[in-house]
């Protein structure tokens, strides 16, 4: 596993030449496939505007679709709120990340500064992920920003689920790309 894949600093979560095994949800149970990476590049900013958003009230299953990748990629993001906004990252439909039993993790620009691990998300391919936004002000505000940049990661099959076999046993860097 890369040393820095849980740094405080944005960085590649795995490097060229290491396995990564993609999980779909929270257990071994759930694996997608494990996968060498043959390829990172940056990606740059992307800037999404949910839109309008009335006071104290939130939009829910907003997909951004530009987050999406080619068959053999997946891409390591972090979420920037540009308002006062709240965002709850749903991946995939109906799951919440980010949450305990009793708590899901807001976004907010506060969240960026002091907790930026709490920003990262992984999406593989093009497999959906929502969020629900939440104008947390007394007025309704036009714009509703998030700023997205990250790491995309090409990827080459080592081992699939949809293979014959069993899943091999290797060293690999686990990155779940939807909650569990």
């Not at 800037?47 to 080619?70: P, R």
Request: hydrophobic share 40%; net charge neutral; with cysteine.
């Amino acid at each position: 596993m890369s040393q820095d894949a849980y740094a405080p600093s944005f960085q590649p979560v795995v490097k060229i030449g290491e396995n990564v095994k993609i999980i779909k949800g929270g257990t071994d149970k759930d694996v997608i496939g494990i996968f060498r990476v043959k390829y990172i590049e940056p990606l740059p900013e992307k800037k999404h505007d949910f839109g309008v958003i009335n006071a104290n009230t939130s939009l829910e299953n907003q997909e951004v679709t530009d987050l999406y990748l080619n068959d053999g990629e997946f891409a390591q993001y972090r979420l920037l709120p540009l308002e006062d906004m709240e965002i709850t990252v749903v991946q995939p439909a109906g799951k919440t990340r980010f949450a305990t039993k009793a708590y899901a993790n807001k976004i907010t620009a506060l969240t960026a500064q002091i907790a930026p691990l709490l920003t990262q998300v992984f999406v593989y391919e093009d497999e959906a992920i929502k969020f629900t936004v939440k104008n947390p002000t007394n007025y309704q505000r036009l714009m509703h920003r998030i700023l997205c940049y990250g790491w995309r990661y090409i990827l080459e099959k080592i081992w699939h689920h949809k293979d014959a076999g069993p899943m091999p046993t290797i060293p690999a860097t686990v990155v779940v790309v939807e909650g569990g």
